[in-house]
């Protein structure tokens, strides 16, 4: 699936902007800076397709990408979340897009949430989580930049995401552990992207 190309479709920075739905898709959303486009360009074997011209702060679209001829599956790279410098007017534009994109998107099979594996969960991914499992929106956590976290650090980190999220009722409970700068965990990714299809 993954050595299919892989192209940008849509960018959509309102809800009367959203792409009308298409194949599955899956969401990849996160703090600005934990690793969304680099995830998307590991995923896919790209170097550039998903681009950081998303400047934090800056850029509040959707991006949606089609993968296969004919598209099989569309991957949406969300907005970040938690920039230091955004104004209450773009959050409160963000939390809308949010909204508007969630509820009832009958397409979207799971969000992936990026958390930093260095940091672990922050108030406001949980901000995130929460409006997730308002939304009875399936997501998945993944902790990124494994290969910038002390080996000490790795279960203890794991295990307090995998308790944090015990407790929310649309939580995948299962983690997965991905760096884009090595490849580790990405092939795990993919398989969980490719179970997802053949549900
Ligand atoms: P926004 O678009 O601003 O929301 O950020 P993003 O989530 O798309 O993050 P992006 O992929 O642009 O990566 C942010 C920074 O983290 C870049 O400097 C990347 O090189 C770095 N980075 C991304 N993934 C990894 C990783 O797996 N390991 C390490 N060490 N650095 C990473
Ligand atoms: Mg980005």
Known sequence: LFAQPCDFIWAATDALQL???GPPEIAFAGRSNVGKSSLLNALTNRKALARTSNTPGRTQALNFFDLGTPPRLRLVDMPGYGHAAASKNKIASWTRLMHDYLRGRATLKRVFVLIDGRHGLKPIDNDMLDLLDRAAVSYQAVLTKADDIKDADRAPRLAETAAALA???A????IILTSSETGAGIAE?????AKLLAE
């Open 189 to 193: 990714l993919r398989g969980a992207i």
């Open 171 to 174: 939580a995948f409970p299962e």
């Open 19 to 21: 792409p009308p739905s």
């Open 167 to 169: 407790k929310r009722p």
